[in-house]
């Protein structure tokens, strides 16, 4: 397994969970990588990512979680972080990561080449 998430779980609405996805390969950590969902009945979208660098990782986020939500990366322990809070009902999904062979971060799930199993958020209204 080359990508590990976890932290999902159930929750109320307005809470908050931090996700975290780890790496069995070394080279992954200086990867850009990202966190994609999938709702029931609907189609993997994209939620953050962030890229690598030595100075200022850039990250992304989409409309839908911007404001309350935050990507980061602990390179050292190759592991990668979503936190989101004052979550909502419509954040219920699986939550995948994913890494990239680029240091760029990106928002089309097409432009990843690794993925993690996936972490089921359920939030509660």
């Known amino acids: 397994v080359q990508l590990q998430a976890s932290g999902g779980g159930l929750v109320q609405a307005g809470g908050s969970l931090r996700l975290s996805c780890t790496s069995s390969e070394d080279s992954f950590s200086t990867l850009a990588r990202g966190w994609f969902r999938r709702a029931p009945g609907k189609e993997r979208e994209f939620v953050a990512a962030i890229s690598w660098s030595w100075a200022d990782e850039v990250t992304y986020y989409s409309d839908s979680v911007k404001g309350r939500s935050a990507i980061s990366r602990d390179n050292a322990e190759n592991t990668v972080y979503l936190q989101i809070n004052s979550l909502r009902p419509e954040d219920t999904a699986v939550y995948y990561c994913?890494?990239?062979?680029?240091?760029?971060?990106?928002?089309?799930?097409?432009?990843?080449?690794?993925w993690g199993q996936g972490t089921q958020v359920t939030v509660s209204s």
């Open positions: 994913a890494a990239r062979r680029s240091t760029f971060a990106a928002t089309d799930e097409r432009d990843y080449n690794y």
